[in-house]
């Protein structure tokens, strides 16, 4: 029966010491949160630990959401908290008191540790929480970002390089230089949060949602249909961006076009036709061949090489002494494209475009024009 009482006794200590620590609850402590593989602060702390909750305030690993933790148990110098949301945070607490006017606390969690000392007020203050943001954050250190990286961009569909990219953060700012999803429209970008496990960045047009993931040295960001492979950047900053041509490009991975192209077709000068027909050349002396090879590039441009040579062998020897050569004629040009629905628009610099449609086994179709004089039939260019 005293055993029993003497159980029931302990049971009832348990429960009202709760997580306590005499030295260290009911009363607040400020200092640093900082990351523990490179030592860089991250946030300013505030916090206050009651009988069994944890009141902290940090831009960083806690935020939005998390400013009350729940303790569920405490073994030697080690709790476990619980956020509202089912999130635990383990962390080991150490005070030292050195004297009666010096004390520290240190609390260390897996991959950050804050020290703290007493705040002069028993309460938060308005002063003491000044620099508290609420905005959701990542709970991994390893996700506070900063520095250059270099990279490449992957569409996730089929693996497909679509361009190099160059990333640095800083601060709150993620800037990109890439030639594909992001361009001269998205190279500044502003951080609006983290939520469900996602940056969100943006721009006054555009949101781009990242997740990221960590390995060693590798760093890994995923958007809805691409993803960004990235690594420290160890030489110049200035030679890694060498690459960025600085258009404007689309968002969408699967506006971007890869491999070459080619197809034959016919063309004619219809007034040429009738002029040898009346001279005895028969109806076919101004007939010419068309080869047509569109090589897509990095950054959403399309360069296309058109030859042409007369079909009639007087009129292909003519040409040739006319400066042709044996070949006819080659035009070679490089232009933007957009891709949109089944239709593919290639623009120059002076705002003319061609138009070809996409067919659906991956070709692509040049459709018959006729301009005047000038013509030609279907153009179907074969993938290479």
């Known amino acids: 029966m005293k055993k029993l009482f003497f159980l029931l006794l302990c049971l009832v200590s348990v429960v009202l010491t709760g997580c306590s620590n005499d030295h260290v609850t009911n009363r607040v402590w400020s200092g640093t949160l900082s990351r523990t593989t490179d030592k860089k602060q991250l946030s300013r702390v505030c916090l206050k630990l009651s009988r069994d909750t944890l009141h902290i305030y940090s831009n960083a690993i806690f935020g939005n959401g998390k400013e009350a933790l729940y303790c569920r148990k405490k073994k030697k110098n080690t709790y476990f908290f619980e956020s509202s949301q089912g999130e635990t945070f383990v962390m080991t607490w150490s005070h030292i008191d050195k004297s009666s006017n010096e004390e520290i606390l240190t609390i260390e969690g897996p991959d950050y540790y804050m020290n703290l000392v007493p705040a002069v007020t028993p309460n938060f203050?308005?002063?003491?929480?000044?620099?508290?943001?609420?905005?959701?954050?990542?709970?991994?250190?390893?996700?506070?970002?900063?520095?250059?990286?270099?990279?490449?961009?992957?569409?996730?569909?089929?693996?497909?390089?679509?361009?190099?990219?160059?990333?640095?953060?800083?601060?709150?700012?993620?800037?990109?230089?890439?030639?594909?999803?992001?361009?001269?429209?998205?190279?500044?970008?502003?951080?609006?949060?983290?939520?469900?496990?996602?940056?969100?960045?943006?721009?006054?047009?555009?949101?781009?949602?990242?997740?990221?993931?960590?390995?060693?040295?590798?760093?890994?960001?995923?958007?809805?249909?691409?993803?960004?492979?990235?690594?420290?950047?160890?030489?110049?900053?200035?030679?890694?961006?060498?690459?960025?041509?600085?258009?404007?490009?689309?968002?969408?991975?699967?506006?971007?076009?890869?491999?070459?192209?080619?197809?034959?077709?016919?063309?004619w000068i219809e007034s040429g036709n009738v002029l040898g027909f009346l001279l005895g050349y028969g109806p076919n002396l101004m007939d010419m061949l068309l080869e047509v090879r569109i090589t897509f590039l990095e950054g959403a441009r399309m360069r296309t090489t058109v030859n042409v040579r007369f079909v009639n062998t007087d009129m292909a020897l003519l040409s040739m002494f006319g400066g042709a050569g044996s070949n006819g004629l080659t035009e070679t040009s490089i232009s933007s494209y957009q891709v949109i629905d089944d239709r593919l628009i290639g623009m120059d610099e002076d705002g003319k475009t061609d138009e070809y449609i996409m067919l659906p086994d991956g070709n692509i179709l040049l459709p018959a024009h006729q301009k005047g004089d000038l013509g030609y039939t279907d153009i179907v260019l074969y993938r290479q």
């Open 125 to 267: 203050t308005k002063a003491l929480l000044g620099f508290y943001e609420k905005k959701d954050v990542p709970s991994q250190a390893a996700f506070y970002l900063s520095g250059q990286w270099t990279g490449e961009i992957i569409r996730i569909r089929d693996g497909q390089r679509l361009s190099a990219a160059c990333v640095e953060f800083e601060d709150e700012t993620l800037r990109v230089y890439a030639n594909a999803i992001f361009g001269r429209q998205n190279e500044v970008l502003r951080e609006e949060g983290f939520r469900n496990g996602c940056f969100y960045y943006a721009n006054n047009s555009c949101v781009f949602r990242l997740k990221p993931s960590i390995n060693g040295q590798c760093l890994t960001l995923t958007g809805d249909d691409f993803v960004m492979n990235l690594t420290p950047l160890s030489g110049d900053w200035e030679e890694a961006c060498a690459f960025y041509l600085s258009y404007d490009l689309p968002h969408s991975a699967d506006a971007y076009l890869f491999g070459s192209y080619i197809g034959q077709g016919q063309g």
